[in-house]
Structures are given as structure tokens and as C-alpha cells.
């Protein structure tokens, strides 16, 4: 393809309510959103993911404009022509920063899918059309509001739970929610690396619970620990911000660190990687993975969507319906909820939605053009 234009908008979105997570509260998150242009005018959407602070990553929204404005933009902007299967390679030479090439990435796969008249789903080689969703239930201030909440999401249908957990506040809601709901909700937990090996006693104890999965309990950076911790229980662990790249599923299958990979397109640099890790985990190891999210606009909701129809896809994604975190979501049709707890993917080209343009460049905080022309 052969790009026209590129340009970033800062926009914040504010969500319905705190969410909050052993790294804090937000209640406010930034979306660096970028569209592409090609040369006969059909145009791509993504996002990048990156927060507000350096919590979750290094990443911020600061430094993925940063980078994608000084480092990734020129050098895409020098080719005449782009083929999105080989942008890593054509950005290689800038070492992590994978939310930033994520954001542009993911918007050369939505062109692409737009000008081959296909839906991005069918493009990645997808084949789940009606993707099951569970919900992501943020740390509360008592465990009755938690109950609420996991009652309010069950009764809209979502398919499995997963709070969020920190010391102080891990099993105490666990035992709450299994003598309120039974031993049979899909139930699982995440501690975004809030613990150490040296906790492995309460990991024993969390263990009797008939959990899915226990997510990322250990350093955002650590396998061998996670191996270790693995070898003491009976509950999967499931790996987030240890894997950026399909080196690290490698290595975690290797080490014995993990079941189960959450894939998160933004934290892995986009959908080649998302491509690769799948292929290694799934096909290879002969182990599932699910799809994570960030809190994404139904931009980015319709990029989770379109990785979560893959094969290899085999436990509930954390892809929610727009009305969870927006009053009003920036795509058209929102992103809803069937009835039987599936999301659907479009068949409409690319991500499925029309993205609101307008909305967009009259609330973005600031935004950068850039006109594409690398024959003069």
C-alpha cells in the first residue's frame, strides 16, 4: 500500500467509573489514536495503548507520541510503498517502545483489510466469529460491592470474571465470591505483579479455590519465579507483562512459567507478534491463549475483537461492551453484548465500525499531520 497521510490525535477519554488495579485508580486515560491514508483515500484506525504513567509499562502516552512523531513516522515515511507483515522489521532498529508501534501497526492491518474488501477478523486468520467475553472487575472498596458487581455482570451475561487482586485484598474476595456464587463461576485473578515468591503460601491457600487461572502474580519481567510458583500449585498461571515478544512465550514454555498467555496486541508491538505468539503457543506448545485488554475505545475494541477470533483463542477474552467503561464510545455501532455472552465480529470491512472523525478532532487535546510523499 502506498500511504497519502498519517495523523495522531490525544484524546482523553473519561470512563464511568474508577478502575482500579494494584498499580492505582483511573479514572481518566489518554488514547493516542492514529489514522492512515492511502493513496486513493481509503483510510485505517488504531490505537495506542499506552497509559497515563509508567505503571502497567515504561510506556506513556508522552512517550509513545514522542516516538511515534520522531522515530517510527520518518522512517515509515520514507517508503513508497508499505507492507504491513513487514513493518517490525522496518522499525526493529528501535529497541521496546512496542505501544507505539502497536498503535501504527494495527492501522496499516485495518488499511489493509479495507482495501482487500475483507473484514481484519478473516485477514489475521480468524475463525471464532461470536468471541465469548468475561468482564475485568477493578479492586473495590468492600467485598458487598464486589458482590454487586459480579452479580450485575453475570446477569448481563458476561462468561467469566476476573477481579483484579493486591495484597491485602486477595483471598478474602475470593472466598466472598465462591460462597456467594458457587464453585462453578468461571472465576479468575489478576495481581498486574503485585507479589513475590516469597508470598508462595498464600498462592497455596488461593489454590483451593477452583480458580481458571491466577494471572501475572509475580515481577512484570520474571519466568524463572513464575516456574518456580508454577511447580507448587495446581491452578494455571497465566503470563500478561512478562511477554512481549514470542522469544519470551518461548522461553516461558521452555522454563514451565506459565499454561496460559494473555495476549495483548498494544503490549507486544501489533498483530505480526500477536501472529507469531499465537502460532508458538497454541500450535507448537498445544496450550491456550485469551485476549487482554487496556481499556481501549471502540477503536481499539474492534482490534481486540478481530485477534480474539483466532484459533488458539480458548478461554474468555477481557473485551468488554462499550457501556462498560463509556458513557459514549468514539465508533458507530457501539460495541455490545449478545444475549449469550459473545461479542460479534463485523463483517463489514477492517475493524467493522465507523470510527466518529468528527467527535475525535474537535476534543483531541492536540494532533500532528503528516502528508506522505517519498518521491520528492
Known amino acids: 500500500m502506498e500511504l497519502k497521510k498519517i495523523e495522531l490525535f490525544e484524546l482523553w477519554v473519561k470512563l464511568k467509573e474508577d478502575f482500579e488495579t494494584s498499580f492505582g485508580k483511573t479514572i481518566e486515560r489518554p488514547a493516542i489514536l492514529i489514522r492512515v491514508e492511502e493513496k486513493n483515500g481509503e483510510v485505517g484506525w488504531a490505537e495506542s495503548v499506552a ?68 473484514p481484519l477478523w478473516k485477514v489475521l486468520g480468524g475463525v471464532n466469529k461470536n468471541i465469548v467475553s468475561g468482564v475485568s472487575i477493578g479492586i473495590q472498596n468492600t467485598t458487598d460491592e464486589l458482590v454487586k ?15 483484579k487482586i493486591k495484597p491485602g485484598y486477595d483471598i478474602e474476595p475470593i472466598i466472598r465470591l465462591r460462597k456467594e456464587f458457587g464453585q462453578d463461576l468461571p472465576l479468575h485473578v489478576d495481581a498486574n505483579s503485585a507479589y513475590k515468591l516469597t508470598d508462595i503460601e498464600l498462592f497455596k491457600k488461593i489454590d483451593n479455590y477452583n480458580l481458571l487461572m491466577i494471572e501475572q502474580p509475580l515481577h512484570w519481567k520474571d519466568l524463572v519465579d513464575h516456574a518456580e510458583l508454577a511447580r507448587h500449585l495446581r491452578t494455571p498461571i497465566c503470563l500478561d507483562e512478562s511477554i512481549e515478544d514470542v522469544n519470551d512465550a518461548r522461553k516461558a514454555y521452555q522454563l514451565g512459567s506459565a499454561m496460559i498467555i494473555n495476549i495483548k496486541p498494544g503490549r507486544v508491538g501489533g498483530f505480526s507478534e500477536v501472529l507469531k505468539i499465537h502460532d508458538f503457543w497454541y500450535k507448537i506448545a498445544n496450550r491456550p491463549v485469551w485476549i487482554g485488554g487496556m481499556l481501549e475505545t471502540g477503536i481499539g475494541r474492534g482490534h481486540l475483537v478481530s485477534a480474539a477470533t483466532l484459533p488458539g483463542v480458548k478461554y474468555p477474552n477481557d473485551i468488554s461492551a462499550s457501556e462498560k467503561y463509556f458513557e459514549k464510545d468514539i465508533v458507530e455501532p457501539p460495541w455490545i453484548l ?20 468528527d467527535y475525535i478532532a474537535k476534543n483531541s487535546k492536540r494532533t500532528k499531520l503528516y502528508i506522505i510523499n517519498p518521491k520528492k
Open 51 to 118: 497509559g497515563e504513567g509508567p505503571w502497567y509499562s515504561y510506556e506513556t502516552w508522552e512517550t509513545a507520541w514522542h516516538v511515534l512523531n520522531d522515530f517510527i513516522i520518518p522512517k515509515i515515511s520514507k517508503e513508497e510503498e508499505i507492507d504491513v507483515e513487514k513493518f517490525n522489521e522496518m522499525v526493529s532498529n528501535i529497541r521496546g517502545h512496542n505501544m507505539a508501534k502497536a498503535g501504527l501497526e494495527m492501522a496499516l492491518w485495518d488499511l489493509k483489510a479495507k482495501i482487500e474488501g475483507k
Open 149 to 163: 458487581k459480579v452479580s450485575m455482570f453475570l446477569d448481563k451475561g458476561y462468561r467469566r470474571i476476573k477481579i
Open 338 to 357: 449478545n444475549k449469550d455472552g459473545t461479542i460479534t465480529a463485523p463483517e463489514k470491512p477492517g475493524i467493522g465500525v465507523e470510527v466518529m472523525e
